[in-house]
C-alpha cells in the first residue's frame, strides 16, 4: 500500500514558486553570459585587426587587456549565477524532507544570496574564471594580444 503525501503546506507552495523563479533567473544568465562573449569576441578581434592596420604596436596590449575585462565581468557573472544555486539546493532539500534542511521561511534569495556571497567570493571568482567555458573566447583574445605585440615588437631574426 501506497503512503499517501500529506497536502502541499502554503510555505511548499511558496518554495515551489521561489524555486521556479530561481530556475528562470538561472537560465537567464546564461543567455546573458553569451552576449559577453559576443561583445569579448567584437570587441577583440576588431582591436587586433585594427593594431595590424594601424601598425600600433601599444594597440595589441588594448586588445588583451579588453579580454581580460570581458573575462573578468564573465566570470563574476557566472559567479552571481553560482549564487542563486546555493537557495535551489536548501529548496531541494526541502522537498527531500531533508530532516536537517527543513525549511520555515520562503522568499529568502537575497538573504542566502547576501550570505554567500560574502563568504565565498573571491575563491569561487578564481575558481570560476579558470572554467574552460568561461575562459573561452576570452583567453584567446588576451594570449593573441600579448603574442602579437611581443612578436611585433621584438621580431626575432631582424
Not at 553570459?33 to 593594431?51: D, E, M, R
Not at 531541494?92 to 529568502?108: C, G, I, M, S
Amino acid at each position: 500500500m501506497h503512503a499517501i503525501a500529506p497536502p502541499p503546506s502554503s510555505i511548499d507552495a511558496a518554495l515551489q514558486a521561489e524555486y521556479y523563479h530561481l530556475q528562470k533567473t538561472i537560465e537567464d544568465f546564461d543567455g546573458r553570459a553569451l552576449t559577453i562573449k559576443a561583445w569579448s569576441v567584437t570587441f577583440g578581434l576588431v582591436a587586433l585587426v585594427g593594431a595590424f592596420a594601424s601598425k600600433a604596436h601599444v594597440a595589441f596590449l588594448f586588445a588583451a587587456a579588453g579580454g581580460a575585462m570581458f573575462w573578468l565581468l564573465e566570470a563574476f557573472w557566472k559567479s552571481f549565477q553560482l549564487v542563486y544555486y546555493a537557495r535551489v539546493e536548501e529548496i531541494e532539500a526541502h522537498f527531500r524532507r531533508d530532516p536537517e534542511k527543513t525549511l520555515t521561511t520562503a522568499h529568502q534569495i537575497s538573504t542566502t544570496w547576501q550570505v554567500w556571497w560574502e563568504s565565498e567570493t573571491w575563491w569561487v571568482l578564481a575558481r570560476v574564471g579558470s572554467w574552460v567555458h568561461v575562459a573561452l573566447p576570452h583567453a584567446f583574445v588576451v594570449v593573441a594580444g600579448v603574442l602579437c605585440y611581443f612578436v611585433v615588437t621584438f621580431p626575432v631574426g631582424r
